[in-house]
């Protein structure tokens, strides 16, 4: 039973004890600095239940915990505010309890349980992936793992949007335009060839559209007649009547892509148990929605277009199939998700990590397949994120001014390297050894930089600020680790096997293992809001805490033999909660820097 569920507990006990009356529920908060106590429990909201002054209440709570709990040994009342002193014993009883135990704070997945998936990334084919993306990956791969360490079973998917005119747009103008080049034969990651041809279709429309106007043209007329859309347009006609050259052409600059993203997802350190394909998908939902109609969910107007009325919800009526029986991204949206529950059996929920231009979207669909009386549909979650900017404005893929992913983390590893060389980080290192841990900086710090704003939030990423070795950073985080293992390193002595349960503690010991003491409620938190930033910012609080306590108390100088090994197990597991609290944010830990 955890310290707070102890408190709480007891707490009702007292009020029951001592004035006859029954409190549902305990308010607890850390003690703040200015007193002496480890935990608060809130008078104020007693009051409810139990008249009196606050003060008063709190002396007569305070002195019973301390007569019937053992894990209590004093406390005192600030006006309504009881704070509690724990005793050293349970803290030394608790870390002894906890220091072998190998994925602290992670929870197994239970065997006949629900499954979750999530998806994320979700890219098109005609261009490679972008620092809208890249927020994109880390936040679905983080939330994956955060859920998975809670206790869930957790599938990791992603739909990749591979036709359509915006696809047709990238093979046109390599067909009017490549000669015929490849990956191989231009050293091109293969989406990185296809984006090139999606801003080379951009260049000559706009540039046909200008010709036109100049020819009498309106714009509205220009933009529609411009040649390369009609090839465009002709082309996608061609593929979804199943032209073969057509098809080929797609798979093979398709394949291109896949290769290219593989890549990049190596080099992120994401990665996925399935993927569905909107060629494949893009049909399904039909059946669902003559389905819906039968069980008027679904209304037909005149046009013969099929609709679902949501007024009643506050929204409006939605398109969910064409006059002429086309589906819309809808209908897609809802067969797809039919199709995964078939796939996978044990699913029981979805989290879609998609941007939060698409909010109105996933209510609508949300909506709809709870209507239709799918169970799990109680269980659909939009991670809506915001937009990432760079300082020098807004990314437009069409002009091939984006923040292309891959370049962004090859920059990221130079900015830490230019950053670790001013510091002296690395001095005394090999190439090769300074290379990887310039890599593990990099993309530390940029993955730590995304994931600790509230995803709701739009950031405005800054690279040089990201590798800063102190504040709020993945840098610092990870070089206080590398210090704990340069300590680890430097015992000379067995610390692992003994337990140490006859010494006090410091103040800030004791502050750390209180910190240590939140990582299970912390991960079960992160994953309840779906907020890796949760994991980020306590991983922050810990190292802060460690680093108070490193600067104030001697390790190898203590006192005592006992103290010494204690706070070099101590360090160990502080060390051991910081690398799996990175693991769930999908940032690697050095061990030297």
């Known amino acids: 039973m955890s310290l707070h569920q102890i408190i709480t507990d007891n707490v009702k006990k007292a009020i029951q004890e001592l004035y006859e009356a029954t409190l549902e529920s305990v308010e607890l908060q850390a003690t703040r600095k200015e007193f002496e106590g480890d935990i608060t429990v809130v008078v104020f909201p007693m009051l409810r239940v139990v008249k009196g002054n606050p003060v008063q209440i709190g002396e007569a709570v305070g002195k019973y915990l301390v007569e019937n709990v053992i894990e209590i040994e004093g406390y005192n009342v600030v006006k309504g505010f009881l704070n509690l002193v724990i005793s050293d014993s349970y803290y030394l009883n608790f870390f002894a309890e906890i220091k072998g135990v190998k994925q602290y704070g992670f929870v197994a997945p239970a065997e006949d349980g629900k499954a979750v998936m999530v998806e994320y990334s979700s890219p098109n084919t005609n261009k490679p992936l972008h620092l809208g993306h890249i927020r994109n990956n880390l936040l679905g791969y983080a939330v994956a793992e955060i859920i998975k360490a809670s206790g869930k079973k957790v599938y990791k998917t992603q739909i990749i949007n591979d036709r359509g005119i915006h696809i047709c747009k990238s093979m046109i103008a390599w067909q009017k335009f490549g000669n015929g080049e490849t990956p191989e034969s231009t050293g091109l990651k293969g989406d990185k060839l296809v984006g090139n041809y999606y801003v080379k279709f951009d260049k000559i429309y706009k540039e046909e559209i200008t010709k036109l106007i100049d020819e009498g043209k309106t714009e509205e007329e220009a933009k529609k007649e411009a040649p390369i859309l009609i090839e465009a347009q002709e082309m996608l006609r061609k593929w979804e009547a199943g032209d073969a050259k057509v098809v080929e052409l797609w798979k093979m600059m398709n394949g291109w892509v896949y290769e290219g993203f593989d890549q990049t997802y190596n080099t992120l350190g994401v990665d996925f148990d399935s993927y569905y394909y909107e060629s494949n998908t893009y049909l399904l939902g039909k059946d669902n929605i003559e389905e819906g109609l039968v069980s008027g969910v679904f209304f037909k107007k005149e046009d013969g277009s099929v609709w679902c009325d949501l ?40 989290i879609y990590t998609v941007g939060n231009e698409q909010d109105y ?25 915001g937009m990432v900017d760079l300082p020098s404005g807004k990314m437009k893929s069409r002009e091939g001014t984006v923040v292309d992913a891959d370049d962004l983390i090859v920059e990221m590893a130079k900015t830490a390297e230019d950053i670790s060389k001013d510091l002296g980080k690395l001095d005394g290192y090999s190439d090769i050894e300074k290379a990887e841990v310039y890599k593990t900086i990099g993309l530390g710090a940029l993955k730590y930089y995304i994931l600790k704003v509230d995803p709701k939030k739009r950031i405005l990423f800054n690279p040089e600020e990201s590798v ?6 993945g840098p610092f985080i990870q070089y206080t680790y590398a210090r704990i293992q340069a300590i680890l390193r430097k015992a000379d002595f067995d610390w692992k096997t003994s337990a140490v349960t006859n010494i006090s503690l410091h103040g800030k010991e004791k502050e750390l293992i209180k910190q240590i003491e939140l990582f299970p409620e912390v991960i079960q938190n992160a994953a309840t809001e779906l907020s890796p930033a949760i994991i980020a910012n306590y991983s922050y609080d810990l190292v ?25 197990q101590l360090s160990g597991v502080v060390g051991d909660v910081i690398k799996h609290a990175f693991e769930l944010l999908g940032i690697n830990v050095p061990e030297r820097m």
């Not at 929204?315 to 529950?341: F, H, N, P, W």
């Not at 800063?468 to 950073?473: K, V």
């Not at 680093?547 to 204690?566: C, H, M, P, R």
């Open 311 to 350: 007024t009643d919800e506050g929204l409006d009526e939605k398109l969910v199939l064409r006059s002429d029986g086309t589906a819309v991204y809808m209908t897609q949206d809802i067969g797809t998700a039919i199709q995964r529950v078939k796939d996978n059996p044990d699913v029981g929920g979805m």
């Open 544 to 568: 802060k805490a460690y680093n108070s306590f490193f600067q104030n108390v001697s390790i190898f100088g203590a006192d005592t033999e006992e103290q010494k090994l204690f706070r070099v």
């Open 468 to 473: 800063d070795f102190q504040g709020n950073t």
């Open 361 to 385: 979207h996933f209510k609508v669909l949300f909506l709809i397949l709870k209507k239709l009386g799918y169970d799990w549909a109680e269980n659909l979650h939009h991670l809506s994120y």
